[in-house]
T-cell receptor
C-alpha cells in the first residue's frame, strides 16, 4: 500500500515568488497536516485539513495557505517567498477525527530553497 | 518554557549498550504520545505510540509518567542502525488541535 507521497522532491525559487507543494495521503486517511522543518530546527505545525476544511493552523503568517481536495490530497501554497522559508516541508496524514489516536504518517517531504 | 522538551544530545554509545531518552511535556491534559525516528534529511518515521501502561516492541520500550509529565524511550542492545534523531511528539486532542507538537529531537550515535 502506498504511503504519503509528496511532490516535488526539491523546489528552487527566488525571493518574492510563489511555491506550490503537493501531498497525497495514505488511502483511507482524511486528515492532512503540513509541517515545516527548517535546518537545525524542530518540526513546526503549519496547517491541518480534514474532510476538505482547514481545521487549524500554526503560528505562521497568512501567506502560508493551502487547501484539501475532494480526494483528500492537499496543496500548500507559500506566497511572497522569503529567504527564511527555505526548509523541508513535510506532509503527514491520519484518520483524523475518526481515529481514536492521531497517529500521523509522514511523506518524504519537499525541500524548498529560496534564493 | 517549551511545550515539549528533549535533551538534544548527542548520545554517543557503543554497540550493545542500553540508552534511555526522556521527553517532558507541559500540557497536563495531553492525551497521546509518540516516538518518531528521523534519519538525516529524511522524514520522521513512527517508532512507537506510548500508552499509559507502557509498551514494548523488541528492543524498544516506551513509558509514560503522567504525574511527572514525561515519556521515555529505552533502547536495549543498541545497533549501529539505531543511529538517528529520536523525536517525541504529543497530540493535544482535548484542545481539538490534532496537530502533533514535536520536541527538537535527541541525536543518538551508536559506535562500533
Amino acid at each position: 500500500e502506498a504511503g504519503v507521497t509528496q511532490s516535488p522532491t526539491h523546489l528552487i525559487k527566488t525571493r518574492g515568488q510563489q511555491a506550490t507543494l503537493r501531498c497525497s495521503p495514505i488511502s483511507g486517511h482524511t486528515s492532512v497536516y503540513w509541517y515545516q522543518q527548517a535546518l537545525g530546527l524542530g518540526l513546526q505545525f503549519l496547517l491541518w485539513y480534514d474532510e476538505g476544511e482547514e481545521r487549524n493552523r500554526g503560528n505562521f503568517p497568512p501567506r502560508f495557505s493551502g487547501r484539501q481536495f475532494p480526494n483528500y490530497s492537499s496543496e500548500l501554497n507559500v506566497n511572497a517567498l522569503e529567504l527564511e522559508d527555505s526548509a523541508l516541508y513535510l506532509c503527514a496524514s491520519s484518520f483524523g477525527n475518526r481515529g481514536l489516536k492521531n497517529i500521523q504518517y509522514f511523506g518524504a517531504g519537499t525541500r524548498l530553497s529560496v534564493l | 518554557r517549551k511545550e515539549v522538551e528533549q535533551d538534544p544530545g548527542p548520545f554517543n554509545v557503543p554497540e550493545g549498550a542500553t540508552v534511555a531518552f526522556n521527553c517532558t511535556y507541559s500540557n497536563s491534559a495531553s492525551q497521546s504520545f509518540f516516538w518518531y525516528r528521523q534519519d538525516c534529511r529524511k522524514e520522521p518515521k513512527l517508532l512507537m505510540s506510548v500508552y499509559s501502561s507502557g509498551n514494548e516492541d523488541g528492543r524498544f520500550t516506551a513509558q509514560l509518567n503522567r504525574a511527572s509529565q514525561y515519556i521515555s524511550l529505552l533502547i536495549r542492545d543498541s545497533k549501529l542502525s539505531d543511529s538517528a534523531t529520536y523525536l517525541c511528539a504529543v497530540d493535544d486532542m482535548d484542545t481539538g488541535r490534532r496537530a502533533l507538537t514535536f520536541g527538537s529531537g535527541t541525536r543518538l550515535q551508536v559506535q562500533p
